[in-house]
């Protein structure tokens, strides 16, 4: 079993759509949850992070945590082509670790 | 924001050459780096993570030999890949722990494309 499990996609959905993207994982030490955007051959960039359980809102992106179920969720609302990207998400346990990334999970959103 | 680069970001090489590639954060002072590998519509696969001025720590299945890491200062790092093979091709990304902070923090670089023909 995968240390933390994401749906790959794609996932296809039309401009203004609210995107709902999830991971689960396996380590209950992990505390660190964190969401990356990563555009075609380029390196990750971090969209959001949370320490241990509950919400975040940046904008139009959501980041949710549930520890008692070890499900991680990303919400992005009003979502833009230019959300077209593979989301990634990585845990990490506290005392700075290594993160540990899901396999991510490719959106594309029409316009 | 942090600022990681790598170089060069596209290179083709023969088979048995040897390749090196750069990361540096631009920044700030970097004083664990870590090294990826991601092949096509794959995730991110940790291949070492190294400390200023000392041995780079391996993960499992990857070939130290192969793979030479050196983090000479806190703010370069370098990857060698080896004798490439056509094997040895997929997208080298780099990351920057910048020593304070949040433990989760790490930059990441634009990436390289590594091609061996």
């Known amino acids: 079993q995968k240390e933390v499990e994401q749906d790959p996609g794609p996932l296809s959905v039309p401009e203004g759509a609210i995107v709902s993207l999830n991971c689960t994982y396996s380590?209950?030490?992990?505390?660190?949850f964190m969401w990356y955007r990563q555009y075609s051959r380029k390196g990750p960039e971090l969209l959001m992070y949370?320490?241990?359980?509950g919400n975040k809102e940046d904008g139009r992106f959501t980041a949710q945590v549930d520890k008692s179920s070890k499900y991680i969720s990303l919400f992005i609302r009003d979502s833009q082509p230019s959300d077209s990207a593979t989301y990634l998400c990585?845990?990490?346990?506290?005392?700075?670790?290594?993160?540990?990334f899901g396999t991510g999970t490719r959106l594309l959103v029409s316009p | 924001g942090a600022v990681v680069s790598q170089h060069p970001s596209w290179v083709i090489c023969k088979s048995g050459t040897s390749v090196k590639i750069e990361c540096r954060s631009l920044?700030?002072?970097?004083?664990?780096m870590f090294w990826y590998r991601q092949f096509p519509k794959q995730s991110l696969m940790l291949m070492a993570t190294?400390?200023?001025?000392?041995?780079?720590?391996?993960e499992q299945g990857v070939e130290k030999d192969k793979f030479l890491i050196n983090h000479a200062s806190l703010t370069l790092s370098t990857l060698t890949v080896t004798s490439a093979h056509p094997e040895d091709s997929s997208f080298y990304i780099c990351?920057?722990?910048?020593?304070?902070?949040?433990?989760?923090?790490?930059?990441f670089g634009p990436g390289t494309r590594l091609t061996v023909t």
């Open positions: 920044d700030f002072q970097a004083t664990t």
């Open positions: 990585a845990t990490a346990g506290t005392g700075f670790q290594k993160l540990v």
């Open positions: 380590n209950s030490a992990f505390q660190y």
């Open positions: 190294s400390n200023e001025g000392s041995k780079a720590t391996y």
């Open positions: 949370t320490y241990s359980s």
């Open positions: 990351s920057a722990h910048p020593g304070v902070g949040s433990d989760y923090e790490q930059y």
